[in-house]
């Protein structure tokens, strides 16, 4: 970042109105059949959410010198894996939630059926564009990538996070139980978006200097992933739901075990605290004059204020 280059507030509105464009050319318009199922991944997609994945990819990407046009394609399948996630997340089986993203859930919008169908058509379309061939010049980093992504999502990521948190409904669980099923459900995509971002340069061709930047990188991800958790509790607590654009106090109504419930507000707010600073603690190591982690740290700095 030098002199005269946008504010945060215009880099993110750039970067959000261009992953919004690639996710409308990406998805299926709600013309082709079957319609209903291509209207609902649409509904369930667009025209909603922070992006702060595909901001994190960005971020991470530009410091690393990565093809920006690459970076939104890789950002628009992480956005669908946590699309995906969320629809899932509102159904009744799960967390019963009618209202996401200041609109009716998509099960409510349509019905049960459609919304595990949405989940699963939008998970292969992620992985659809994130294999195609002419997403990176490295078929061996490409695959990493995938790689990288199905790790994340699946048992031993955000899938097998959601399953911890539905198994640990009136369970006093210790803060090490609890760190360990929220560095699952909401870490392991956040850690991805970082990484799958730098991936898209020639960064991840691991020599000696991009390992620095990597590792660095990596523990700015684990961090503040979990700070992200650790905030969305402090909001489901303390947020109004007009505000939040999904129900508020729905962890304390389902008897879930969370970061407020476990060390009380104020506590909870300490512990994001200390994760904010440990993350962007090994990136002022990595400035220089060309790129700067700027993005990064003021990305961490929207996450511990963000008003939802
Ligand atoms: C909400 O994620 C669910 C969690 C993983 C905590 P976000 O707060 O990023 O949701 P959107 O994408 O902005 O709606
Ligand atoms: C959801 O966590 C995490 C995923 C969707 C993977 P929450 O259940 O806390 O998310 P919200 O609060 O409904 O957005
Ligand atoms: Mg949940
Ligand atoms: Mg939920
Ligand atoms: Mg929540």
Redesign the pocket.
Known sequence: MTEGSPTFGQWAQQVQASIEEALAQVLPAAQIAPQRLHQAMRYAVLG??????ALLAHAAGELCGADPTKVVRVASAVEMI??Y??VH?DMPCMDDDDL??GKPSCHKEFDDATALLVGDALQSLAFSVLSSADLHDDPQQQLQMVQLLAQASGSRGMAGGQAIDLASVGVALTQEQLEFMHLH??GA?IRASVLLGAYCSDKGRSNKSDAATLSALDHYAKHIGLA??VI?DILDSEGDTATL?KTSGKDQDANKPTYVTILGLSRARTLATELYENAIQPLAGLDNNLRHSTRLIQIADYIMQRP?
């Open positions: 909603g959410g922070k992006r702060i994945r946590h699309a996630s969320l997340d996401r993203r459900k909401t995509l992200f958790q969305d654009g939802y």
